[in-house]
Nanobody
């Protein structure tokens, strides 16, 4: 069973930084042939869940236009962990952030971590 556990959210002032982590169990990040994509999504109150950043098995990383140049997606295969480095945070980045791994076993989501950016 694949499980994803996010951490690293919190309250930060505008202009600040946070790094989110997503630790996966039940799936091995080194087994790239079964992973289609992995990334981060977010959902603000009253809004739909949206893509923040995702890396595909083909090696491409896609970022939402609103976070390009500020957020960076990375992974540590040895630790089975996905990261999202968020710099120059803005109040509009306030949301619950979810980790997602899309694999041959299905699409898996974490429980989410709250990020709140104060102005």
């Amino acid at each position: 069973q694949v499980q994803l556990v996010e951490s690293g959210g919190g309250l930060v002032q505008a202009g600040g930084s946070l790094r989110l982590s997503c630790v996966a169990s039940g799936i091995n990040f080194r087994r790239i042939f079964i992973i289609n994509a992995m990334g981060w999504y977010r959902q603000a109150p009253g809004k739909q869940r949206e893509l923040v950043a995702a890396a595909t098995s083909g090696g491409r990383t896609n970022y939402a236009d609103s976070v390009k140049g500020r957020f960076t997606l990375s992974r540590d295969n040895a630790k089975n962990t996905l990261y999202l480095q968020m710099n120059s945070l803005e109040p509009e980045d306030t949301a619950v952030y979810y980790c997602n791994v899309n694999s041959s076993y299905g699409s898996h989501w974490g429980q989410g971590t709250q990020v709140t950016v104060s102005s």
